[in-house]
């Protein structure tokens, strides 16, 4: 089922999404040669504490993984396409880009927001990847509209993403969200005929995040159980909003 949230529900999940926007963009200014993924997290935990908000990530059970996440970001280096672990071992460098992914909970609903940054000027090739997934974000964003349904969102991504040459990681999908972090319907970012293809309507938040491969779009997992990365070990890009459903058009949640 899914669940349309009320204009105060809204306003609500609104000040989470703009807590999650400033840490997120704290946390990419901080990005440099020499800083390590753990440095982030610590940075994020702090900033988090003294909001008063609680980490969504951190103590989140996924089965498949078999426990509960141990952190509160999500910090995807080059290949890593989501669910890379902060580690003080993780120095980046030069030529790298990392995907930062957080979300936090503030009086009982959620925020959740993703972006990938450059370590150093990117080259002309990783530069257009990440525009070409911002880009698609962007586009799928303009489909929230009344009376569009959740595959116009899903195809418009799909369609830039193979246009521009890259492919699409079909393992890991969006989601909607509320007082829950992961709510229906799921968001996947290419045009899935198994999917039920639901009327968009006034009050749905849908967590859209495109996650694109340089290369072939197959995944796989690695031994720690989290870390998804791109099979033929090319980069990967990240970027994520949450988005209202509203009688005026698309509410960007997640930024300001």
């Given at each position: 089922m899914i669940i349309r949230k009320s204009p105060m529900e809204l306003e609500k999940m609104r000040?989470?999404?703009?807590?999650?926007?400033?840490?997120?963009?704290?946390?990419?200014?901080?990005?440099?040669?020499?800083?390590?993924?753990?440095?982030?997290?610590?940075?994020?935990?702090?900033?988090?504490?003294?909001?008063?908000?609680?980490?969504?990530?951190?103590?989140?059970?996924?089965?498949?993984?078999g426990g509960k996440f141990p952190y509160v970001l999500c910090t995807s280096v080059n290949e890593e396409i989501v669910h890379g672990m902060p580690s003080q071992k993780r120095v980046l460098k030069k030529g790298d880009i990392v995907s930062i992914d957080?979300?936090?909970?503030?009086?009982?609903?959620f925020g959740d927001s993703a972006l990938t940054v450059p370590v150093g000027d990117p080259t002309p090739a990783v530069k257009k990847l990440l525009d070409v997934t911002r880009e698609s974000l962007e586009l799928a964003i303009d489909k929230v509209r009344l009376?569009?349904?959740?595959?116009?969102?899903?195809?418009?991504?799909?369609?830039?993403?193979?246009?521009?040459?890259?492919?699409?990681v079909r393992e890991y999908v969006g989601h909607g969200i509320g007082t829950n972090l992961h709510e229906e319907p799921q968001v996947p970012n290419y045009v899935d005929r198994r999917n039920e293809n639901p009327r968009l309507k006034e009050g749905m938040v849908l967590a859209i995040e495109p996650m694109v491969n340089a290369g072939k779009p197959e995944a796989k997992v690695l031994p720690d159980r989290w870390t998804a990365v791109?099979?033929?070990g090319s980069y990967s890009a990240h970027f994520e909003h949450c988005v209202a459903v509203t009688a005026n058009g698309p509410w960007v949640l997640t930024r300001p």
């Open positions: 000040r989470s999404g703009l807590l999650v926007h400033k840490i997120l963009h704290s946390l990419a200014a901080l990005v440099g040669e020499g800083v390590t993924t753990w440095d982030l997290e610590v940075a994020a935990v702090k900033m988090m504490a003294e909001a008063g908000a609680k980490p969504a990530f951190k103590g989140y059970y996924v089965e498949a993984a957080t979300g936090v909970q503030l009086n009982g609903y009376g569009n349904r959740l595959m116009d969102i899903c195809g418009t991504v799909e369609e830039h993403v193979i246009a521009n040459g890259f492919s699409i791109a099979k033929d």
